[in-house]
């Protein structure tokens, strides 16, 4: 993923009394959990625990959900900003934190990705978003909050586009914009989610049931070894990135793989993957397929590429931590939750 040169936005971070979330939930849960869905007149809360961006950049998202017939909350850290951050650290905690407590709030959806979640996931308080589960919605940098929820408190979330990628005027959008954008309203409304995909020659073919997650291969690398770690055993794993150079998502996948996290999946999904060009003499010689089924030649899981989700316009919502099928086949790829 790409990464804006950043400054330090605090000289001190948080005060002591601030429990990681291993002080509260140090053992692995399974996602179990699915919150409430949404019925009009519900509150969805927006904050901006990653980069910055402006009250002007999130009014088509406010508009848009408001015809939905929710009601919006926008957080104080929506239009604040420290470098490329939206606001400072204590700042996108304190907002973050006033989100997961206020049991009003039905779904918080991030504003926007960048980079800035691992810098305040250690200090969040979860025993409120615990005792009353509400959906978490995102992806890029917001896999950090994906993967630390699946991983300690086992409560479903929604990986999907976020405010800054809502078109400004709804009506002039192309197909392909309102159908990711309506399904975060699906998926929030509880609707099943299925998707069929165009076959890649390069795909193994098989059939899948595992729970799904995911997100930001980068983002999941920078996670390994933490309380934020992944755990994929019999799930079905998506994956997706940009701004990559070809050696960089080599040694990424290295990273799965000796990580144990291609070893017992259930099936795998690449989504899509923005490459940077090799530079002239230093090309890698693998194509992203390649470095894939390398990676994975000694297992037996079905696996599809080219999935729509990613940072690209076809990126659709995904119910992580539900389990899901997922149908790999010469003439036809599907991904559903109705099973």
């Not at 971070?13 to 939930?25: E, I, Q, R, Y």
């Not at 090309?283 to 729509?308: A, H, S, T, W």
Request: glycine share 10%; with cysteine.
């Amino acid at each position: 993923m790409d990464r804006k040169h950043f400054l330090s936005s605090s000289a001190s971070l948080f005060a002591a009394s601030v429990l990681p979330a291993s002080a509260m939930k140090p053992a692995d849960q399974p996602a179990s959990v699915i919150p409430p869905y949404l019925k009009k007149g519900d509150l969805i809360g927006i904050t901006s625990p990653a980069g910055y961006i402006t009250h002007a950049e999130v009014l088509p998202a406010v508009r848009l959900m408001e015809s939905w017939g929710y009601r919006i909350r926008l957080g104080k850290t929506i239009g604040r900003r420290d470098a490329t951050f939206g606001g400072t650290d204590m700042e996108r905690l304190s907002d973050m934190q006033q989100m997961l407590n206020d049991r009003e709030i039905k779904a918080i959806m991030c504003a926007r990705g960048g980079y800035g979640s691992v810098r305040i996931v250690d200090h969040l308080k979860w025993e409120q978003f615990r005792a009353h589960p509400k959906w978490m919605i995102g992806f890029s940098d917001i896999t950090v909050l994906h993967s630390h929820i699946q991983r300690n408190l086992g409560i479903a979330s929604i990986h999907s586009k976020m405010c800054n990628s809502f078109p400004d005027i709804w009506e002039k959008a192309d197909s392909v914009q309102k159908e990711t954008i309506g399904s975060i309203r699906k998926a929030l409304s509880g609707e099943g989610m299925d998707y069929s995909v165009v076959p890649n020659a390069h795909n193994r073919e098989g059939t899948a049931t595992g729970i799904l997650t995911g997100g930001n291969l980068k983002t999941l690398e920078t996670l390994a070894g933490s309380d934020s770690d992944l755990r994929t055993e019999n799930k079905i794993l998506f994956v997706e990135d940009t701004g990559e150079y070809l050696y960089s998502i080599d040694r990424m996948f290295w990273n799965l793989q000796r990580t144990g996290k291609l070893r017992n999946l259930a099936g795998l999904i690449i989504g899509g993957f923005k490459i940077k060009q090799d530079d002239p003499g230093e090309e890698f010689g693998k194509d992203l397929q390649q470095i894939v089924m390398e990676k994975v030649k000694n297992y037996r899981y079905p696996v599809c590429f080219d999935f729509p989700v990613g940072h690209q316009r076809d990126n659709f919502a995904l119910k992580c931590g539900i389990p899901h099928k997922l149908i790999v086949q010469t003439g036809a790829c599907t991904l559903t939750d109705k099973i």
